[in-house]
């Protein structure tokens, strides 16, 4: 199935609940498609650069095969908080006006671990390699940020990847390393050779990218370098820039699998 060009545009018409105290505050709200979805709201205080890394990381990994749930656009009118009771979430709706984040909801679905179901030693591969691609460290046994679901497991939860993003200023350039520590990593475990995951995803990489940059909204990215495909050159690099570090940063992870087999 071909994957989508642009990200689906709904209209947020009622908000829910919020889904979980601190962090984020994600909440749950209906759109006028009637569908539920987990909001991540631009005024949240982790700001618009977790937006756009759920965007890079969750369709990257779309791109390469791995689940996760559609992402939409949800666009938010500041006085859906109105009626709503709690000071913090009304804060919260006040400054998200525009376009926010939506993840599909799926229903019914819970927190994955190995421990509640083999995940194989492939897509564990899969899920590790990933992680250390886009240095993402919160897919950890306390927050394992997968879901099981209709027996499968899907990804979610990529705001605190591409933490380099954070030192964007004129005239940045990727460093030639970062460091990523797999040691908390949830599927350490139960991973089969990050090596043979990277030569199977690796080569699809920038194509993969190239597709997620163009789906950040560029109002989203306006306030990075004042240029949203600047921004999105940028991401582009950091790719270029990690996958020709891959000998290295591999090494670790398998290091580190290794000792923990
Ligand atoms: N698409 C989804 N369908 C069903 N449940 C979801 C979905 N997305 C998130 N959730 C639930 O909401 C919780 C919080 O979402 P998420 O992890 O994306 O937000 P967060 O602000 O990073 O939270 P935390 O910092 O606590 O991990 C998840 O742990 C999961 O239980
Ligand atoms: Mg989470």
């Given amino acids: 199935m071909p994957l989508p060009g642009t990200l689906r545009t709904v209209a947020a018409t009622r908000y829910v609940t919020p889904l979980r105290e601190g962090g984020s505050l994600p909440g749950l709200v209906e759109g006028d498609d009637l569908g539920m979805y987990v909001l991540k709201f631009r005024g949240a205080g982790q700001g618009l650069k977790a937006l756009v890394a759920e965007v890079v990381v969750g369709e990257l990994a779309r791109g390469l095969g791995l689940r996760v749930p559609e992402l939409v656009l949800v666009d938010l009118d500041p006085d859906l908080g109105r009626a709503e009771p709690d000071e913090e979430v009304q804060e919260l709706l006040r400054a998200s ?7 599909d909801f799926l229903p019914g679905s819970f927190d994955f671990t190995p421990a509640v179901r083999d995940p194989g030693p492939d897509l564990a591969a899969r899920v590790l390699w990933l992680d250390a691609l886009v240095l993402n460290v919160d897919r950890s046994w ?26 964007f200023a004129a005239g940045w350039a ?24 990277h030569e199977e995803l690796a080569p699809r990489v920038p194509a993969a990218v190239d597709r997620a940059v163009t789906l950040i909204p560029d109002d989203w990215l ?16 950091y790719f270029t820039a990690r996958l020709a570090d891959a000998p290295r940063w ?11 087999v």
């Fill in 250 to 260: 591999l090494a670790d992870v398998e290091a580190a699998r290794v000792a923990r």
């Fill in 174 to 197: 990727p460093a030639t390393s970062y460091r990523f520590d797999a040691a908390d990593h949830i599927m350490l475990g139960a991973a089969g050779s990050v090596e043979a995951a």
């Fill in 142 to 167: 306390r927050n394992p940020n997968l879901l099981l679901w209709h027996r499968e497991v899907w990804l979610i939860d990529h705001g605190a990847a591409l933490y380099f993003h954070h030192r």
């Fill in 222 to 237: 306006d306030p990075v370098f004042g240029d949203p495909d600047t921004a999105r050159s940028a991401y582009r690099s």
């Fill in 97 to 103: 006006g525009g376009r926010n984040l939506g993840s």
